[in-house]
């Protein structure tokens, strides 16, 4: 069923462009040539969710199959949501306004625990039973991927599958499946049974997870041999020849990335102890600069975006970072188009590297040391200094710049409060820095922005097996490192520890939390990321009513022989490893870059011996 939005609706509610689609390169099809129809769903807002590279690639990937249409599909905001369920009109894709029920796959990309009751409501939205136990062969398979899935258990009563890994070539594979299972009409278990033969398809339905009496987990097993024990992520080789579009959308309105996103390389060579990303995303593999020019010509000629930001998880690290940039500087300066450096450490920043982003227009300037002091630098392996910072902010000063950010870490595993009040101490010398810059180099108008966010300890990195701080511990940290900052040049901010609390729960948790996410849900929490729409004591009256102890989750220290609920997913890195590096942070040890020495992480040979 297609539906019609009414203007009155679209003239009642913020932003409207949010929900009418026909942007520039959106992609049109005729139904009546298509045999699939997935439903790409993000479950944040349009402006959020249009800023995500994943979803530009996997958009175009889909759409490359002639006989499939994907769609996109957001969270309607709080205003249009409560039209919706007014006027009955349930959630619908932007390409044709359909409701998203009558689509084969309906999809959602995990990029942070705290969406997970927007994916509920969603789903309440399209009329699509929330529990898979309660789907028939009329409903669409509800399938997710992204970083969170690599902890799927949490989720495991809403969806049927989770593709784990990067997903440009396991989504088409899971697609030729569905053909040949819908021409031979078989049950929705023939086709969930099936693509477990696809590496990085894991399917809870198949598994079974047992318990002891102290609520650790016993083990996790499938329920037949012809499961896989675990379920390993998938990976691809060689950036340059996989798929990446030369067009991308162009959004009608404001959105929080608007800009091509140029992407590097996957992986990261740095192994920061609190970094997911550094860990599961592994290897590293590269984009040529050749093919990265030739893609940056195709969409600024498609798109005429005036920037270009240059993405991964420390773009300094790239080895054609020279080539790329001088290549960029020769083909955009004369169309007024910048570059962005994202990600730029305070070990790599230089003024060669400043200069070349500031040709045409400057853009902000980002730091992160993460910690303090020297001391807890190691233990998180951020293998930066004080004088690398000091450097940094220097060269950046001396180039004109008079404002930088600074991203500190609070709960970091070791910390003291003689820590804390070294970011003080830390953000005072940048100051002094500024001051101590000629005035006919130096911008006018020093800022300084701090922000600490809270440690959440995440699977798959060393520190998955440590408490988080209590939310009372968290808080007085915070205020103590406010009562240090004493500088009308610095301005400082923090995170909600309550969201931080939660976050920590979802990211460690088990299948037990799905009847928590529901109560949750049903009693109006959603957009939990939204400071103003977070109900703090409606999620712990969930807890309460579903009889789950959240500090079970959130700050209890793990030991290292316990079962985790994501042991039987395999990303590469060996938990052997993991824990070496445990240990090595609990006595205060740095560990290489992979650059420098191979530190036997396990992904070489979980990838066949391919590592950059």
């Not at 102890?549 to 220290?557: F, M, S, W």
């Amino acid at each position: 069923m297609n539906i019609k939005i009414s203007d009155k609706i679209l003239q009642n509610v913020e932003k409207p462009s949010r929900y009418t689609g026909n942007e520039w390169n959106s992609i049109h099809k005729n139904l009546d040539e298509i045999s699939i129809r997935f439903a790409f769903c993000f479950p944040d807002v349009y402006e959020v969710g249009m800023s995500h590279l994943g979803m530009k690639i996997l958009y175009h990937v889909l759409n490359e199959r002639p006989e499939t249409y994907c769609e996109r599909v957001f969270a309607p905001w709080i205003d249009m949501e409560s039209k919706m369920r007014e006027n009955n009109i349930p959630l619908f894709t932007l390409e044709t306004q359909s409701s998203i029920r009558q689509f084969d796959f309906v999809g959602f990309t995990l990029q942070y625990e705290m969406s997970y009751t927007n994916i509920i409501n969603m789903l309440d939205l399209s009329d699509i039973p929330i529990l898979k136990s309660e789907r028939t062969r009329e409903h669409p398979f509800v399938c997710a991927g992204g970083p969170c899935a690599y902890n799927p258990e949490p989720l495991a009563d809403f969806v049927d599958f989770f593709m784990l890994g990067e997903g440009e070539e396991i989504i088409n594979e899971v697609m030729d499946a569905y053909i040949v299972w819908k021409d031979a009409d078989l049950s929705r278990e023939d086709f969930l049974r099936k693509i477990t033969e696809i590496e990085g398809i894991y399917v809870p339905e198949f598994y079974v997870v047992e318990y002891n009496h102290d609520n650790t987990i016993k083990s996790v097993l499938p329920k037949n041999n012809i499961y896989p024990e675990k379920i390993k992520k998938r990976i691809i080789k060689d950036l340059d020849k996989v798929f990446f579009p030369d067009k991308i959308i162009v959004p009608f309105t404001g959105i929080v990335h608007d800009r091509i996103m140029l992407e590097l390389f996957r992986g990261c060579i740095r192994g920061c102890r609190f970094c997911q990303a550094g860990f599961i995303y592994r290897p590293v593999r590269e984009r040529t600069s050749d093919k990265l020019l030739e893609l940056a010509g195709k969409l600024q000629q498609s798109t005429g975006y005036e920037e270009i930001s240059l993405t991964s998880l420390s773009t300094s690290d790239y080895s054609q970072l020279k080539e790329l940039t001088e290549g960029l500087i020769c083909e955009m300066e004369p169309k007024k188009v910048n570059f962005s450096l994202p990600s730029l450490r305070i070990d790599s920043f230089s003024l060669e590297l400043m200069e070349k982003a500031q040709k045409v227009r400057k853009s902000g300037l980002t730091f992160a040391p993460e910690a303090g002091s020297q001391r807890l630098r190691n233990v998180i392996n951020k293998g930066v200094t004080e004088e690398d910072l000091i450097n940094s902010v220097s060269t950046a000063f001396n180039g004109g710049w008079s404002g930088v950010k600074l991203y500190f870490m609070l709960g970091l595993p070791t910390e003291t409060f003689e820590d804390i009040e070294g970011i003080a101490e830390l953000c005072k010398k940048v100051v002094d820095v500024y001051m101590q810059t000629p005035k006919d180099k130096r911008g006018k108008g020093l800022s300084i922005n701090v922000s600490a966010s809270s440690f959440v300890p995440k699977p798959f990195t060393p520190f998955q097996w440590e408490a988080q701080d209590s939310i009372d511990v968290l808080k007085e940290k915070q205020m103590h490192l406010k009562e240090k900052i004493k500088n009308k040049y610095i301005k400082y901010s923090w995170h909600d520890p309550y969201v931080s609390f939660l976050e920590a729960i979802f990211a460690r948790g088990d299948r037990r939390l799905g009847k928590v996410l529901i109560t949750a849900f049903r009693k109006g929490c959603k957009f939990d990321s939204w400071g103003e729409h977070f109900k703090h004591e409606k999620w712990l009256e969930a807890f309460e009513q579903c009889g789950v102890d959240p500090h079970y989750y959130a700050n209890r220290k793990r030991n290292y022989d316990e079962i985790l609920p994501w042991d039987h997913i395999d990303v590469g890195v060996t938990k052997k490893f993991l824990k070496k590096e445990s240990e090595k942070a609990n006595s205060e040890q740095i560990t290489s870059n992979c650059k420098e020495a191979c530190s036997g992480c396990g992904v070489v040979s979980f990838d066949g011996g391919v590592c950059n």
